[in-house]
């Protein structure tokens, strides 16, 4: 007779033999999970969202074609902790859905991808020194990068921060 095929198994290794068809799975504890805080954030489906290499700072995007940025707060003081939008895309930067978000590894910019064909590069200007404490920061287009064929549906920085 020939030999089974090994098939994979996700809770066998190397030295321990796979599984037959008839072990049941091994249980694992799952953490459990606690809600921080919450918002109503995109108006439609909230497609994706990045929080900042500081985690200070959270962007989203979705249907309403809008990438928004909140700031996170964890004072003592008031619980429980709290998102402020501080800032969004200008009404009509965008044609059409945007589907992602991401950051650099500096946190100094943002990267959108859109489904009318682009990418973005963005920048958010924190509020003038001396700002009143409710001031909202600026969220600049720095580029529209154009040239895709149909829908870009994900946008990441490399490593180095130097390629997108």
């Known amino acids: 007779s020939s030999p089974q095929p090994r098939r994979f198994c996700p809770t066998s290794s190397p030295r321990t033999p796979p599984l037959s068809p008839r072990t049941p799975p091994r249980a694992f504890a799952m953490p459990n999970l606690t ?3 919450s918002h109503n954030v995109n108006s439609g489906i909230a497609w994706d969202l990045a929080w900042s290499a500081g985690g200070s700072l959270l962007a989203t995007c979705g249907q309403d074609c809008a990438v928004k940025v909140f700031s996170y707060t964890t004072d003592p003081a008031s619980e429980p902790p709290k998102l402020k939008l501080i800032c969004q895309t200008v009404p009509g930067a965008f044609s059409r859905t945007i589907r992602s978000v991401n950051w ?4 100094r910019t943002l990267a959108a991808a859109c489904f009318d064909a682009t990418a973005a590069l963005l920048t958010v200007d924190p509020p003038a020194a001396g700002a ?18 149909s829908e870009v549906k994900d946008v990441a920085f490399a490593g180095s921060g130097s390629l997108l």
């Open 35 to 37: 809600q921080l805080a």
């Open 104 to 107: 650099s590894a500096d946190g």
């Open 132 to 149: 009143a404490p409710d001031a909202v920061a600026a969220i600049r287009v720095m580029t529209i990068l154009e040239g895709h064929e």
